[in-house]
């Protein structure tokens, strides 16, 4: 792609309409950029398109501004449906069609997400609805009840078409693009072309226009990479020290399991960290809340997991720090482009074993982009960076005066004390609450074994009982129904509002299938669980107090491990 000579053309050049036109005005956007340039215009011809871009290049505006063009307002029926992977992902679209048709008269957006009430999602349906945006299952159930139809749409968007695959929502995307009406616009967004989306593509869009942002580019070109040498239980005092020393506005540190992050929120806390955890524990508007804490500056650092910061957009993030190593080279694409949003500059930090070399060597191959090694500050450095931040803190209170100390301090060097020497005395006193700098490695006894949480590739008795912390249970889909694990636990994270890996093992019987969920799920969750429908059945769930052997799985050494592997 070549984008060095041609000057990037500005919003008023596309052929946007004014209510459009003047909402970006508003929102400060200058100039559309690269993909939404290319995007664009194609769009706004009625073009089917395939577009390949990562995460942070304003994939949602490429598509939203020249859609909310071509409505007919007048027409209150779905026109446009939108399916993304998660909820955030979809409320997220939602909220920016919102934003962008902020000057369309009578525009409605509906937002169909699973886990969420219906009544809401009904209303806004039969208020007619223009633009519709949900995850799959969701809107493949409001396609059964008959409380959406398609047969007036006019463009079909797949954002993160990749994504939906991986969380087994393949069947539900293929029967939407089907049952588009043939001369609707499809248009797919998705990082990569993995096989299942190309024939999807080949089968259903005609002449699709492709544009590729080339990740090599875009990824990290305005994010640094750097890898930090250190092992398990050193793994927090590093934290703590990175945090200490780097200029960091707000950071996001990402783990690999819910447990971890509790367990890492504490730590830090302890440590006076101003941090929060966002993870699928959370309802909808208790994480809504703690991302609004962030952008605030609340807090300034956020403990996470993959499936809940998923295209999380807070401009002031300056560092992603990867705690624990992604599972794949798309999660680290995902993971890092939290920072350097909307053109800023980022760090993405991660720490990796010596023993992991291998896995960062594939990182680096996926964004063409080498990691520079970072070293740790010690603890010269770490008491240089306080004398400094000190220094600072001194001059600015010098600046300020404190008149009203003076009597005093008269008073002392009266009785003979050297200026000097009372000044470090002060300084000692007003420093006395500097945190104690911790070793670098810690004592055996203090890891935990893979953070209590069962891990699924861990062998084990398999046929007695359930993991640690877990509870089996039946859905009424197997085999017969041709269901596949990814299915099930797309559906069951998106219903249940939980997170995909804290689902355990997954046995697909022919008739029924056993899945194991965290223990002491409360009932509401489940009862949302139940509403799920996969493989167009519903998935009515219930203990499994009968258990049965499955067969053990190869345990795979060092390589990526298939993702439903992974704890
Ligand atoms: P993606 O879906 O590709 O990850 P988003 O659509 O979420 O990216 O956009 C990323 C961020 O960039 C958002 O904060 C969005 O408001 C901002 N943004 C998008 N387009 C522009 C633009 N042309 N100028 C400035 N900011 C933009
Ligand atoms: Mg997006």
């Known amino acids: 792609m070549t984008s060095t000579s041609v000057a990037s053309p500005s919003f008023g050049d596309l052929a946007l309409l004014p209510a459009v036109l003047s909402a970006i005005e508003t929102l400060g956007y200058e100039t559309p950029s690269p993909i939404q340039a290319q995007t664009i215009p194609a769009l706004l011809e009625g073009r089917d398109m395939l577009g390949q871009a990562q995460t942070g290049t304003g994939k949602t505006a490429a598509f939203a501004l020249p859609l909310l063009s071509r409505l007919d307002l007048e027409r209150r029926a779905p026109q446009v449906l939108v399916m993304a992977p998660t909820r955030e992902l979809a409320q997220q679209v939602a909220v920016s069609f919102s934003k962008y048709g902020q000057n369309l008269k009578g525009l409605e957006v509906a937002t169909l997400c699973g886990g969420m009430e219906y009544r809401d999602q009904l209303q806004a349906l039969r208020r007619g609805a223009q633009v519709v945006v949900g995850t799959p299952g969701r809107i493949i159930d409001h396609l059964d009840r008959g409380s959406l139809k398609l047969d007036g749409l006019s463009a079909l968007v797949l954002d993160e078409a990749d994504e939906m695959l991986r969380m087994g929502f393949i069947d539900d995307v293929k029967r939407v693009v089907a049952d588009t009406p043939t001369d609707a616009q499809r248009v797919f967004f998705s990082a990569t072309l993995p096989t299942e989306i190309e024939r999807i593509v080949n089968r259903y869009l005609v002449e699709p226009v492709k544009v590729a942002i080339e990740s090599r580019t875009t990824t990290g070109e305005n994010i640094e990479q750097r890898r930090v040498r250190v092992e398990g239980g050193a793994k927090l005092e590093a934290l703590a020290r990175i945090i200490e020393v780097e200029p960091v506005d707000a950071a996001i540190v990402f783990v690999r399991t819910r447990a971890a992050c509790t367990t890492l929120m504490e730590q830090l806390s302890a440590r006076g960290v101003n941090v929060a955890s966002l993870s699928g524990d959370l309802d909808q508007s208790l994480r809504e809340r703690t991302i609004t804490r962030l952008k605030r500056g609340k807090v300034d650092v956020l403990i996470a997991t993959d499936v809940a910061a998923r295209g ?16 794949d080279a798309e999660a680290y694409t995902h993971r890092i482009g939290r920072t350097g949003r909307a053109g800023r500059d980022g760090v993405a930090i991660t720490f990796a074993g010596n023993r992991e070399g291998r896995k960062v060597g594939w990182l680096e191959q996926a964004t063409g982009q080498k990691m520079s090694e970072m070293a740790l500050p010690d603890e010269a450095a ?17 600046t300020k005066g404190a008149e ?7 008073q002392l060097v009266e009785e003979g004390y050297d200026p000097i020497e009372l000044a470090c005395a002060f300084a000692g006193l007003a420093r006395a609450d500097e945190a104690p700098i911790g070793r670098l ?5 203090e890891r935990t074994p893979r953070d209590g949480k069962p891990s699924r590739r861990e062998g084990g008795p398999r046929d007695r009982a359930p993991r640690e912390g877990m509870t089996r249970y039946r859905v009424s889909v197997g085999h017969k129904d041709g269901v596949k694990p990814g299915q099930l636990v797309g559906a069951l994270a998106n219903e249940g509002g939980i997170e995909g890996n804290r689902i355990g093992r997954i046995d697909i019987r022919n008739a029924f299938s056993v899945v194991e969920l965290p223990n002491g799920l409360p009932s509401s969750i489940l009862a949302k669980m139940a509403r799920a429908r996969v493989a167009g059945r519903p998935l009515e769930i219930s203990e499994d107090r009968a258990p049965e052997r499955a067969p053990r799985r190869r345990r795979d050494d060092d390589g990526p491990v298939p993702r439903r592997e992974r704890a």
Do not use: C, G, M, S
């Not at 240089?384 to 209170?397: G, K, L, N, S």
């Open 441 to 445: 490695q810690a004592p055996r006894k």
């Open 312 to 327: 999380l957009d807070v401009p002031r993030i300056t560092h992603v720090v990867n705690y624990d190593l992604p599972q």
């Open 404 to 410: 009203e100390q003076r009597a005093l301090v008269e």
């Open 382 to 398: 770490i008491r240089a960076h306080r004398d400094q931040v000190f220094h600072q803190r001194a001059i600015a209170a010098v």
